[in-house]
């Protein structure tokens, strides 16, 4: 089921987040380097959970959770950009550790639904392209999404 977000749900969203970003921290922390990881991320263990904490108390009628049994399984954060019509998901997760299939595809379009009702006329969602981002980009083309820009980010040490 999925539902509005309560803020009684932040500790498990949290979590899930911390959890299901795990494999993207280290990802990071090969790509980068430790001197430049420990930079962007000063405490990978906590920070995508924080991140995603402060976008859900500042807007709790963004996020979405999906519930199972009585238990937060899943999150995605949203906002709307009404003047172009265009609905983002931004962080979004099923929770690792459940072993529930299928939890991402009932969150999108929940989403997409909440996009409709607001008259939305795209959705976007922003990945990474590397091994540890696959499994999201297969999730999103399976959700529907079919018009594809691909991007690069660089750094240079000083």
């Not at 001197?35 to 263990?45: I, K």
């Not at 265009?86 to 459940?98: F, L, S, T, V």
Request: hydrophobic share 40%; charged share 30%; net charge positive.
């Amino acid at each position: 089921m999925v539902r509005p977000f309560r803020f009684e749900d932040l500790p498990a969203v949290k979590g899930i987040a911390n959890r299901a970003w795990k494999p993207i921290m280290e990802m990071f922390r090969q790509t980068y380097g430790e001197e430049l990881f420990s930079l962007l991320r000063p405490h990978p263990e906590t920070d995508k959970g924080e991140e995603v904490a402060a976008f859900c108390r500042k807007n709790p009628d963004c996020c979405l959770v999906c519930e199972e049994n009585g238990q937060v399984v899943g999150f995605v954060t949203f906002w709307l950009d009404r003047e172009k019509r265009i609905g983002e998901i931004g962080n979004n997760a099923a929770d690792p550790e459940c072993g529930i299939k299928g939890i991402g595809q009932q969150m999108y379009q929940a989403v997409f639904e909440v996009f409709r009702r607001a008259g939305m006329r795209y959705a976007v969602v922003h990945t990474g392209l590397d091994q540890a981002h696959s499994r999201a980009r297969l999730a999103y083309q399976r959700a529907g999404f079919n018009i594809k820009h691909e991007e690069v980010t660089y750094f240079r040490k000083l």
